[in-house]
């Protein structure tokens, strides 16, 4: 079990997860990932007008960048 | 369902002492046929009041604690349909003459409550009108809860209600700080964590709110409401007309 932040990046503002929550493995991290930024464009959203012009920026509990997703990336495989 | 073990019964309340509204504004017969069944219990976050589809043997009226009532599907999808602290109790199911819910409804927030027996609650209805009518006249304040935040769900932004949600969090607690995580509120809201951070940080960027680990301050109510844009109010005006302050 590892710990993850999923933070997003929106036209160069950075939306940091403080808390973070614990996902089994790296291949859960990455579903999850997936999974949220997928929800979140069916999201209404005063602060994000356009959440296909989000990044999801996962980092680790060293702080080290792990996955960068491009919303846009997520939409396409749905 | 067993009692969590932790659970504190600090003692029987004196009339005077009682803070949920609810019983407050009983009749001073009404309230006696309930007093001498009611104990005063400390609950922490996550006890379960109600599990789905199992009897339900406790009733419980929050003095400054918030219970959530979730519905759920089978793939662990949940979202929380209405909460009640010390405007209201658990559990409407019972009030309606079910013995069971299909949701599940438990602590959001931890803090003090009055609990009793749902058999005693049963038998003091059947004694007295007065009580089922003042009983049924909260389920109607709760449905108009719940539809609205079925319109808040369909029709508002995250930030409109994460800040419907945060006032009504405030109306049920003292003092303006509450203890939630992020975690919650995404449940609660029916939103990815990662928009309930957005939310939160836009929320503060107003000047409305504070939010630190596991806790969130309002610093200006007032702001808060007018960032609700309307998604807040009309079930609580429902709440204030139904049950008048005395």
Known sequence: ?78 | MPQPPHLTIVGHPQPTGIRNKLLRSLSADDLALLQPHLEAVQLERGDMMIEPNQPIRQVYFPEDSIGSIVATVADHRRIEVGIFGRDGMSSTSLLLGANTSPHETFIQVPGPALRMEADALRHAIGQSPSLHQHLLRYIETFQVQVAYTALSHGSFTIEERLARWLLMCHDRLDGNDLPLVHEFLSMMLGVRRSGVTIAVQTLEGTGAIKATRGHIIIRDRETLEEAANGSYGVPEAEYRRLFPET
């Open chain 1, 1 to 78: 079990m590892a710990h993850y932040h999923l933070n997003i990046r929106y036209r160069g503002r950075f939306y940091r997860d403080e808390e973070g929550e614990d996902i089994p493995s790296e291949i859960e991290m990455k579903v999850r990932a997936h999974e949220t930024a997928r929800d979140l464009i069916g999201t209404p959203s005063f602060t994000i007008p356009d959440w296909l012009d989000c990044t999801l920026e996962v980092t680790n509990e060293a702080g080290e960048t792990v996955l960068v997703l491009p919303f846009t990336e997520a939409v396409e495989e749905v």
